[in-house]
């Protein structure tokens, strides 16, 4: 079980930064899988980053098209807490953000992911 808390969203100007943190309970939360989704109003929840558990394989990490090269998904795992760098933020950015934890690294699907955070606003004014 994982119970997941989000936090550092709220109102910003386009071209602004926000970081997103995410603190997770639990003493394997490093061998989770972990993403950021978000939801925009009217719209399906969409994938937004990933980050692979421990791995010997060292981090790996998937990004959306629509936020590669502006967002940076990052965890610390002595912290358990992921975090979701947004730089450049675009109105489009608007959205409820969530983080999620899942069993498999790779996946996009949010079916694919068991715990969930209450999620937190981000708003970015033109």
């Known amino acids: 079980q994982v119970q997941l808390v989000e936090s550092g969203g709220g109102l910003v100007q386009a071209g602004g930064s926000v970081r997103l943190s995410c603190a997770a309970s639990g003493r394997t939360f490093s061998s989770y899988p972990m993403g950021w989704f978000r939801q925009a109003p009217g719209k399906e929840r969409e994938f937004v980053a990933a980050?692979?558990?421990?791995?010997?394989?060292?981090?790996?990490?998937d990004v959306a098209d629509s936020v590669s090269g502006r967002f940076t998904i990052s965890r610390d795992n002595a912290k358990n807490t992921v975090y979701l760098q947004m730089n450049s933020l675009k109105p489009e950015d608007t959205a409820v953000y969530y983080c999620?934890?899942?069993?498999?690294?790779?996946?996009?699907?949010?079916?694919?992911?068991?715990?969930w955070g209450q999620g937190t606003q981000v708003t970015v004014s033109s």
């Open positions: 980050i692979n558990s421990i791995s010997w394989r060292g981090e790996m990490t």
């Open positions: 999620a934890a899942s069993r498999r690294y790779g996946v996009r699907d949010s079916e694919e992911y068991n715990y």
